[in-house]
């Protein structure tokens, strides 16, 4: 069984940029997570999708962060503008309702 | 709110000696608790869950843990450790089903623990 997958693997960009991570989760799973993990620190979420509809974004910065899931498979998290302190890693996660959830490898991003 | 400390940001051992890495959570109601485990460049890997019943559970690559709810604790130990067991641990914790928590997803982590095993 395929992983969740995500790309890019690593992005670098200035401050005031934009950048995009893409999500695919595990087959059949129908709930899908952002996560945000600075350096040192453990992981935050982000964003909660349940099949294409929001479950919780209470800590989603919406003033810049913005995410969806189209369709209810694929999700992509957007940043724009980016600021110094978005540099972290962004993981993807998704989990079957109410089970055990997966993660993916992540998207490093350094914001310069 | 529930939250995590992970007592030990770093923990260094010798190859073959027993660890322990210290969790405790702080929650007014019932939780599920988790611990990952994070190799460089990768994603977290679940190592165990406590959900309910046996207070001891057992996880992949021989670690085990024990929920202790009057201690507000949730140990991970193993008895004798590998040079491959080096990683960064986190223990985690969500709403359990009887306080309403639908999603093992939505997981409050702690701060990290580097094991570092030394040959």
């Known amino acids: 069984e395929a992983g969740v997958a995500q790309s890019p693997r690593y992005k670098i960009i200035e401050k005031r940029q934009s950048v995009a991570f893409w999500c695919n989760p595990i087959?059949?799973?129908?709930?899908l997570y952002w996560y945000q993990q600075i350096l040192g620190q453990g992981p935050k979420l982000l964003i909660q999708?349940?099949?294409?509809?929001?479950?919780?974004d209470s800590q989603l910065p919406k003033d810049r962060f913005s995410a969806e899931r189209l369709k209810g498979v694929d999700s992509t998290l957007k940043i724009q503008p980016a600021k110094l302190e978005d540099s972290a890693v962004y993981l993807c996660?998704?989990?079957?309702?109410?089970?055990?959830?997966?993660f993916g490898e992540g998207s490093w991003l350094t914001v310069v | 709110a529930q939250s995590v400390t992970q007592l030990d940001s770093q923990v260094p051992v010798f190859e073959e000696a027993p660890v322990e890495l210290r969790c405790n959570y702080s929650?007014?109601?019932?939780?599920?608790l988790f611990w990952y485990v994070q190799y460089p460049n990768q994603g977290l890997q679940l190592l165990l869950k406590?959900?309910?019943?046996?207070?001891l559970v057992k996880g992949i690559n021989g670690f085990e843990a024990e929920f202790n709810k009057s201690q507000t604790s949730f140990h991970l130990r193993k008895p004798s450790v590998h040079i491959s067991d080096t990683a960064e641990y986190f223990c985690?914790?969500?709403?359990?089903?009887?306080?309403?928590?639908?999603?093992?997803?939505?997981?409050?982590f702690g701060q990290g623990t580097i094991l570092t095993v030394h040959p």
């Open positions: 996660a998704s989990s079957k309702q109410g089970n055990t959830i997966y």
């Open positions: 087959s059949g799973h129908a709930t």
């Open positions: 999708f349940q099949n294409n509809g929001v479950v919780d």
């Open positions: 929650s007014s109601v019932s939780v599920y």
């Open positions: 406590y959900l309910s019943g046996s207070t």
């Open positions: 985690a914790v969500t709403l359990g089903a009887n306080a309403g928590g639908t999603s093992y997803g939505k997981l409050t």
